[in-house]
């Protein structure tokens, strides 16, 4: 089970930072990570993590996102700072289980999927 929070309303150049809760078991994923859709456009892979802390972010929010794992927690965390209206999204929170490449352009391999929180940043 993935529980996503922290979604909310800021202004461009503003921060937010989303929580996604996991059981123990989900925890273990050697990946999870971050995608975004917002309405009429594709889902689009935003930052993942492997086990060992290695990320990958999508270009797009390089330099402005950091993805965290939480161990003692059970907790996948997106700091979000620097943010743009094109930001404005429903986030996801995944796992991938797959032992690949642990990339966020990599959603196929990601199996398992929260229900979203949604990101509106305005002008």
């Known amino acids: 089970q993935l529980e996503e929070s922290g979604g909310g309303s800021a202004q461009a150049g503003g921060s937010l930072r989303l929580s996604c809760g996991a059981s123990?078991?989900?925890?273990?994923?050697?990946?999870m990570g971050w995608f975004r859709r917002d309405s009429g456009k594709e889902r689009e892979g935003v930052a993942a993590i492997n086990e060992d802390g290695t990320s990958n972010y999508a270009n797009s929010v390089k330099g402005r996102f950091t993805i965290s794992r939480d161990n003692a927690k059970y907790t996948l965390t997106l700091q979000m700072n620097s943010l743009k209206p094109e930001d404005t999204a429903m986030y996801y929170c995944?796992?991938?289980?797959?032992?690949?490449?642990?990339?966020?352009?990599?959603?196929?391999?990601?199996?398992?999927w929260g229900q979203g929180t949604q990101v509106t940043v305005s002008e």
């Open positions: 995944a796992t991938d289980w797959s032992g690949g490449s642990c990339l966020p352009d990599h959603a196929f391999d990601f199996t398992y």
């Open positions: 123990e078991y989900t925890y273990r994923s050697p990946c």
